[in-house]
């Protein structure tokens, strides 16, 4: 039985958690007054510490004199990593044979350049990430040459001192894998083929975004395979190279280890090269794919940031909408099968891109197409290709020929169009004994 004190003890209590009234007013217009300036404090301030690092590196630069350095160019090259040096080398050898002088910037201090004993190429390397970022932000020089994406978008922001940014293409294939905006703030993108201009064209038209000079002069990159290809050994008969990108469209995030593990089955060798990208940004599903296939032997890995090797041993290639694809089929002559639906849009250029991707309407001319769902039919498919090699190679030609320009000689025009960009901005870069 409860005893008084209790209720005593309660009500007394009640009386002092009891809220007073304050006798106070807020009107609307005030409320909202003083919510509107919180939010912008709060903004401001979360805006000025991510701001913070960006300008501790700026004063640095200024402070250090690091920024003359960059200042005083007449054309310039910038390399994200070793892996764009094979776009590169076939344009500085081309503008080394005329005596152009210029500037290389790399963020990879293993970068080939600094190797590679050309004369009138000057390289530095300026840092990884944000500290080359920001170097570029000092960057001086009358021509800019990139092959990069997101100018002004993503990281690289243009600089007041470039006067013409242009983008080289390292890839035949079209735009629409590409993030959103990748190429709206160019004012040149040297394209390889009839295809990457339509869809540019279509970009500037739906955004409105000021027209860029898209000369067609071919890609580079396969310049310097077209040449290794002429000594490499015949390929080696029943190997196929499965080699699919990375990401939402790879054909190992969609499937797993399925299809290599078909293909093994069937009795083929097999070379798995994933994407260099999937080991960063995807390694747990690299160690489960590895785990399932460990048991068969007719199995290889190949992880060599130079895939040439693989691509001149297979007899046919088996992926989904990487570029690579081209880089086999036009090389080699060879046939590709793609499994999958086409690249995902969302987030990407071919999200707004209001046709489909030239490469699409190809992939049954460089072998066959098989649709998600009907991987299972992929080895009948790989033998119904290799019994008929000569019919692919002649549907492989004529599609090389009518969707890029300049195979396998693109470094001489992509040269002389630097040339000319130089000459518009009112520099004579070939010297007199040169010409």
Known sequence: MLKRPFFISMAALSILLEAEPAHAYLDPGTGSMLLSVFVGLISGAYFLIRKLPSAARSLFFRLTGKRDALKHNTLTFYAESAAYWPTFRPILHALEKRGVQSSYLTSDPEDSVFTSGLHCVHPRYIGKSNAAYTALGFLETKVFVLTTPGLDVLQIRRSAGVNRYVHVVHAVGDIHTYKLFSFDYFDAVYCAGPGQVKSLRAL????????????????AYLDGLVERAKNA??????????????????????????VPRLLAEGGFHVIL?????SFVSEPEQMERIARELAAFENIEWDRNPDGFASLSRAELMVSDISGVIFDFAFVFLRPVVSIGEGPVKDGFEAWEIPHEAWEMQALDVLGRRIHAGGE??????????????????????ALRSANVVNFGRAAEPIAEALVAELRRQGVEPVPQQAR
């Open 204 to 219: 500037e038209r739906l955004r409105g975004t000021r027209p860029k000079d898209l000369p067609q002069l071919g890609c």
């Open 376 to 397: 299972e039919t992929v080895c009948s498919v790989v033998r119904e290709l290799l019994a008929d090699k000569d019919a692919a190679r002649e549907q492989i030609l």
């Open 273 to 277: 090269r994933p994407h260099p990208q």
């Open 233 to 258: 050994a015949p390929a080696q008969k029943g190997t196929v190279l499965v080699a699919p990108t990375w990401g939402r469209n790879g054909l190992l995030t969609r499937t797993g280890s399925l």
